[in-house]
């Protein structure tokens, strides 16, 4: 089975537009597909996907969270200082309170208390659910609970199970659509995987969070293709692109996906643009694009 | 919450988000910031989107000299480790490694920074050492001053970088002279977005009027409100076919908050986003630039009643 990790530095350039008609496609050919959406801050995937009929269900405590015992709190204010995330707040005079959005469970602050006022324990993260899709594969994605999201820890736990779902499944391609980015939850997605498609798109903001991602992905040593989305209304700069791709970070050059309003209108009735209009000029862009891939397989 | 938050500063913070990513974030912030330098304020314009900051790229501005952030690393001592392994258990991320009597081993990557490590050490064996996670940019335009947090790429700690980035910006508060901050954020609803959160008076949720966009939407407001930070919508690319505004009309509705703006994509907004030309840095009149215009009018408006402006 072959680990295919769809990222991008740059939000909003077409992700979840690539793995979702990626998915479809290659179910459509034959290919035994399994999807990941490790996006959990905006789980797009599954929504483009549809819901689906869920198959696996469990209970993930990925996270901890240091929680302060008022009783036994003096107010000294050590946690306050040690804290790496400011997630101790010690308003004047009073007893400190963690903010939980903030914490990373790092324990220190128990560590400095002078009363133990302070337990770091496995927080409740959320659910991990496997969905069966309509279009017969299957999504691992999780519903959490705010304030929980997106951590590496989980995006791990996410494709650590949906991997072996995939695996049991006897899956042939497992793809994982990643959060925008290149912190923590990103490089979850990144390591062990087979191949990344870094889709981007020819604007200069793209192009240097595209230079971002390259170098965590190199730094990693996983395998990487372009694909350039929304082509076509800045020929100087796609051509640009196109020759830094290929002759500077030295990834392949997977397509380009040109401006088409077919994509617009698909996005807008949730639906991957080849299942939405096979027809569509994107849609057959994306096609040569699936084909490659397939042919890593 | 709110009550815990200390008052930072008189002056207001206002943070652009989203939920989504590629909504127009960074569009909104940079012009923003210049429609505000354009009535006579001074601007500070943060940008904390540390994975992927573009301010600087939408301004057309090549980031020189940055300063280094750094969080702790240890270092072991070999001489005064006696392998007790005390080190091995504080650390919750598991980035020391060791059996009984060996000497710990790190794992550097895993490395928060916490000094849990040095902290239970009794044998003074582990001495400071850094990491560099990444840098800050400070690039000085005028009555525009531009700090930029930029996350090492293959560093995992997002959040510390844009804590980092963020103590810049109310650190040159604490100088005085500027009238408004404007914080561009990452996208996600994650800590690193809640560091940016934490400090501000206001966020501005730009997102775009697709099923998924109010999907997100939801996302990042909920947070907002579990910050107990007001917000408004932006709603951006409003003209895009077939696009459900009605949706955030409800959202809006149902949340009793404002919709700020609504700011269609056009072939001016469009160019200048290609050419590292921001729409508001000299006059033009196109749709989208109008509809900037009346945000910034919108924010001036806000924070104008209370008295907040004219600390120069």
Known sequence: MKEIVVASGKGGTGKTTVASSLAVFLAKKGVKVFTADADVDAPDLLLTLGDGETTFSMEVRASKKAKVDVNKCIACGECVKVCPFGAMIKPDGKQAVSIELMCEGCGVCTLVCPTNAIEVSQAETGTLTVERTKYGFSCATGKLRLGEHNSGHLVATIKNIGRRKAQDAGSDIFIVDAAPGIGCPVIASITGADYVIAVTEPTPAAKKNLERLARVVKHFGVPAGVVINMSGYSADLEKSIKDWVSHELGFQLLGEIPVDYEVVKALVQMKPVIDFNPKAEASKALEKIANKIMGFL | ?312
């Open chain 2, 1 to 312: 919450m709110k009550a815990l938050k200390m008052k930072i500063s008189n002056v207001p913070i206002v943070a652009v988000t989203g939920g989504k990513g590629g909504t127009g974030k960074t569009t909104v912030s940079v012009n923003l910031a210049l429609g505000l330098v354009a009535h006579g304020l001074k601007v500070l314009l943060v940008d904390a989107d540390v994975d992927g900051p573009c301010c600087a790229t939408l301004l057309g501005k090549k980031l020189e000299v940055g300063e280094e952030v750094s969080t702790f690393l240890p270092v072991i001592d070999e001489t005064k480790c006696v392998g007790c392994r005390s080190c091995v258990e504080a650390c919750h991320e598991h980035a020391l490694v060791g059996l009984q009597i060996e000497i710990p081993r790190l794992f550097e990557e895993l490395c928060s920074g916490c000094k849990a490590c040095q902290i239970v050490c009794k044998h003074g064996a582990i001495a400071d050492g850094r990491k560099e996670i990444g840098f800050i940019y400070t690039e000085d335009f005028g009555d525009l001053k531009l700090i930029v947090g930029e996350l090492k790429p293959s560093e995992p700690r997002s959040p510390i970088m844009a804590r980092a980035t963020v103590q810049k910006a109310l650190n040159e508060l604490q100088g005085g002279g500027w009238d408004v901050v404007i914080i561009d954020t990452s996208p996600g609803v994650h800590n690193t977005v809640a560091q940016a959160l934490w400090v501000a008076d206001l966020a501005l949720a730009v997102t775009e009027p697709t099923p998924l966009g109010a999907h997100d939407l939801n996302f990042i407001l909920d947070l907002a409100s579990k910050l107990e930070l007001p917000a408004e919508i932006v709603i951006n690319k409003s003209n895009i076919p077939g696009g459900l505004k009605d949706d955030f009309f409800n959202i809006a509705k149902e949340r009793k908050i404002a919709i700020a703006a609504e700011i269609p994509l056009d072939n001016e907004l469009l160019r200048s986003y290609v050419s590292g030309e921001p729409l508001l840095k000299k006059p033009v009149n196109s749709p989208a630039a109008r509809a900037l215009s009346s945000l910034v009018h919108n924010i001036l408006n806000k924070f104008e009643g209370a008295g907040k402006y004219g600390q120069r």
